[in-house]
């Protein structure tokens, strides 16, 4: 009796929405372990298959840490590199392992992946629960549908008969708007200018305005202006404030990046979760351990009640804890990213709420077409955000990011001219190799030498329909583009270039892979055999793995990073209408990839192909002359491919 028409549409909508998604996760899962053998597992990015246990060793009760390699079997397998891939499984990620024989013999998380071993910690020791005789060892993505359980837990909890499910209601059904204060009093002024000080006038607003919120506050975190610092100076002021603050983000990385900044400000906090999840450095604060010794349920409770600040993941928030506290503040990082079902149980337990976020970014991850189509990529970000007011929304947009060139091309897709460069020094920044000004470049193709100039920042090298694309048994691959960016990455590490600070970025999984490849196994080659003289440096041809410095990966894995130099692989080239695909239209997918990149951009693509998106003839308009250089045939053919 209690609910309106339309909460009862809501309901019905989400509850459809999420059948969807389970069905199509659950399918892709089962598939994948059951019905694919472990190379083509491998090859997709949600395995890493024929590995050999190194070490095991005890830490804690029901935790053990194995060290695994690539084992020797894995040279049967043509398509196996002896290095193990860096994309795809990374730290943090929950999986499960299958030997020979047994598929799903024990479950855990990775600790950390390189590319020549990946430990992870798992609960049972494999070398006393498995045979000798199994051989070798596969690790899976492991697809926990505990989400989803989540998920319509905190749609009927939406539906309660609860102030707290009211207020909510109001806002994300009703798009009734928030209320704010008229003003903070001179008290909190006071009390906050110690803490707002180093912060920019973008960011002292957008927390102040945070605490003028009644219900809810927008922070609109644009790349680069420093959002996780805001957040930080956010619950610095709340605590200060008397206020109690839950932290939540969608994953335990983006949570942990804040916390390791708020420890450092000697801000107290508890961070909830398995302790195989938490960053190493905030161990300390983190309840399995700080509870482990206690025994009585009442100096439990008043251990919990304790601190101001608790930190967890929004599938956290089933801990016992949540059943007796409610919060004063609850802050939501990366909430563009957070299915709107995830993000409605930590709203319930906070009197008002702050989403930080940017829906011009990846929005959350929908498997199923279907539900993608019905609007499921929605978060209570994108949602309040359309009907949030100017005096709910705070926007950080002075970037210490990129420089003046690459800003220019975000401005133009997204941003409409908001995003302004912090200081002189950012906007002038440029790629610095420091044996430039030494080459003989006399001799090597002119588009080469643009790519690894200081100018222009932003480039597109067109490949003029020579580069095809090409079926793989994976997706869709382009060779020549694969072969066209080693010789640039090639050319920058010979120049003196930093591995770390070069990024590649590929919108299909299979062409990650065959750039990751392409760069093990060329690379050197390229550069110790050079018509133009210049040869890579002797302690980089000693170590081949150094390639996997440079890291290559889908943009998904990018989010919330940056490099000095990122390179694009467009893959797409004489493509007909109707095989278009949904990746390259999409332009917040765009937006992440040009602006991981601080001082050069390289795209690498047909310009006749990439007009039939409009996302990038969006971007290719704004592109001066200079900014684009095609590649004629003779380039090739001095390219060697």
């Known amino acids: 009796q209690h609910l309106q028409p339309s909460a009862l549409e809501f309901f019905q909508r989400w509850c459809l929405l999420l059948h969807l998604e389970l069905t199509q996760s659950k399918r892709a899962a089962v598939r994948a372990l059951w019905c694919q053998d472990p190379v083509t597992r491998e090859a997709s990015g949600d395995a890493v298959c024929y590995l050999q246990l190194e070490k095991c060793e005890q830490r804690g009760v029901g ?41 799903a013999v024990s479950q855990g998380v990775i600790l950390s992946a390189s590319s020549s071993s990946i430990t992870v910690t798992l609960d049972k020791q494999l070398h006393k629960s498995t045979p000798v005789s199994c051989g070798y060892y596969h690790l899976d993505t492991c697809h926990y549908q505990a989400g989803m359980s989540h998920n319509f837990t905190g749609l009927a909890m939406l539906l309660h008969d609860t102030p707290a499910a009211a207020s909510l209601r109001r806002l994300i059904i009703d798009k009734v708007p928030g209320v704010v204060k008229a003003g903070l009093s001179r008290d909190v002024i006071q009390q906050a200018r110690p803490i707002l000080k180093p912060l920019n006038i973008d960011q002292q607003k957008a927390v102040l305005r945070c605490c003028m919120g009644q219900d809810y506050t927008i922070m609109q975190g644009y790349p680069g202006t420093g959002k996780s610092v805001s957040v930080v100076a956010l619950v610095r002021l709340l605590v200060l404030l008397g206020k109690t603050v839950l932290l939540t983000s969608y994953t335990h990385s983006a949570l942990d990046n804040i916390l390791l900044k708020l420890k450092d400000t000697g801000v107290d906090f508890l961070r909830l979760g398995r302790l195989s999840r938490i960053h190493e450095d905030l161990h300390c604060y983190a309840d399995e351990l700080l509870t482990k010794n206690t025994t009585d349920v009442n100096a439990l409770a008043d251990f919990y009640n304790s601190k101001a600040v608790v930190a967890s993941t929004c599938l956290g928030v089933n801990h016992v804890l949540f059943s007796k506290r409610h919060f004063d503040v609850c802050i939501v990082d990366e909430a563009a990213q957070v299915l709107l079902p995830s993000c409605l149980s930590p709203l319930l337990l906070a009197g008002k709420f702050v989403l930080v976020g940017d829906s011009q970014q990846l929005p959350p991850i929908v498997l199923s077409k279907q539900a993608r189509s019905l609007g499921m990529c929605e978060s209570v970000f994108s949602v309040l955000e359309r009907q949030a007011g100017s005096e709910c929304c705070a926007s950080l947009t002075l970037q210490y990011r990129m420089n003046a060139p690459i800003m220019r091309l975000a401005n133009t897709l997204v941003y409409q001219g908001k995003l302004k460069c912090a200081t002189p020094a950012v906007q002038d920044a440029r790629l610095h190799l420091p044996k430039l000004q030494d080459w003989d470049s006399s001799s090597t193709p002119s588009w ?13 090298l067109d490949t003029c329909g020579a580069a095809a694309e090409e079926a793989a048994p994976l997706g869709i691959i382009n060779n020549r583009e694969a072969e066209l960016i080693a010789r640039i990455v090639a050319t920058m590490m010979a120049l003196g270039g930093d591995c770390d600070s070069i990024g590649v970025i590929a919108p299909y999984r299979a062409q990650v892979r065959l750039l990751s490849d392409t760069l093990s196994e060329r690379v050197t080659a390229q550069a110790a055999a050079r018509s133009d003289g210049l040869v890579m440096p002797p302690h980089l041809l000693l170590q081949p793995d150094v390639c996997h410095r440079v890291e290559v990966n889908t943009v998904d894995q990018y989010q919330g990073r940056d490099k000095s130099v990122i390179l694009y692989s467009c893959v797409r080239s004489a493509v007909q209408e109707s095989h278009y695909g949904e990746i390259l239209q999409d332009i917040r997918r765009l937006n992440v990839s040009i602006t991981r990149a601080k001082h050069k951009l390289i795209i690498v693509g047909d310009v006749k192909t990439l007009l039939n998106y409009d996302t990038f003839a969006k971007l290719i308009s704004e592109l001066r002359p200079e900014e684009i250089v095609r590649l004629e045939q003779q380039d090739w053919e001095q390219l060697g491919v």
Do not use: N
Request: charged share 15%.
């Open 63 to 103: 935790q053990f840490v194995h060290t695994f390699t690539r084992s020797p079997t894995a040279k049967s397998y043509p398509s196996l590199r002896h290095s193990l891939p860096t994309t795809g499984l990374k730290a943090s990620d929950m999986v499960v392992v299958s030997t020979k024989t047994s598929i």
């Open 448 to 460: 080469e030498v643009l790519a690894v100039s200081a100018d222009p920042a932003v480039l597109l």
